[in-house]
């Protein structure tokens, strides 16, 4: 399976991801994630990307797609590779595609989880992750059974520097500007599926599962 999960900030990409990589026994990767290791580990790449995430911005192409085109080519994703994040522009998408084609393969799906801009807000608002493994919970949604500790390795809990209210609302318009146009994108490659983010995380789970293997 080679699929790409679509949506707004917010919307549940991440946790779903989680779940659909197990699944298909094939690697997540989150861009996110990477520009968000590299700040943390102060490496010349985190150096240059942090301001755009602090300030809620995309980062320039240039310095995005070249990292997922080598990782890609990586054997652990031979069988396929679940994209969280990416591809978030045109551009993005169009070499994405001509990676993919120059391997000989396309993708398989392009999940597009929706959401109404005010939960987006509240979820992104109370999301907390874990320092140590990564793992995501909500102060409401999907709280920790100790308040600030990972259920999962005791780790210390923290909020994400882009996910204050002014930067959420900020992240949210450069996706309706920037993202949202590869729903259209996709749509017209056939590949399209939509999935209503605003149901419980099972349920959510269910829908994309069903969709992928109807
Ligand atoms: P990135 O890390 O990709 O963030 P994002 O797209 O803004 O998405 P989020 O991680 O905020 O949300 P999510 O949809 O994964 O939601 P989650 O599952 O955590 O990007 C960050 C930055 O990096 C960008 O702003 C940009 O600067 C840069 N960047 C990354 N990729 C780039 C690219 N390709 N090009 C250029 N720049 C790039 O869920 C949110 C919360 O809700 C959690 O607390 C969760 O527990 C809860 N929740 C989830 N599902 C449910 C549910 N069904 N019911 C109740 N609660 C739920």
Do not use: W
Not at 48 to 69: N, R, S, W
Not at 80 to 103: H, N, S
């Amino acid at each position: 399976m080679r699929l790409i999960l679509l949506g707004p900030p917010g919307a549940g990409k991440g946790t779903q991801a989680s779940a659909i990589v197990k699944r298909y026994n094939i690697p997540h990767i989150s861009t996110g994630d990477i520009f968000r290791m590299n700040i943390k580990e102060n490496t010349p790449l985190g150096k240059e990307v942090k301001h755009y995430l602090d300030a809620g911005l995309l980062v320039p192409d240039e310095l995005v797609v070249d990292i997922v085109k080598d990782r890609i080519k990586k054997s652990d994703c031979k069988n396929g590779f679940l994209l969280d994040g990416y591809p978030r522009t045109i551009k993005q998408a169009e070499v994405l595609d001509e990676e993919l084609a120059k391997m000989g393969t396309k993708l398989d799906a392009a999940i597009n989880i929706f959401l109404d801009t005010q939960l987006l807000i509240e979820r992104a608002v109370g999301r907390r992750l874990c320092k140590n493994c990564g793992a995501t919970y909500h102060i409401k949604f999907h709280p920790p059974k100790q308040q600030g500790i990972c259920d999962k390795c005791g780790g210390e809990l923290y909020q994400r520097d882009d996910d204050k209210e002014e930067t959420i609302k900020k992240r949210i318009e450069v996706y309706i500007n920037q993202t949202k146009p590869l729903i259209e994108y996709y749509k017209n490659r056939e590949i399209l599926v939509n999935i209503d983010g605003s149901q419980s995380i099972e349920n959510t789970f269910d829908q994309i599962i069903n969709a992928l293997e109807k």
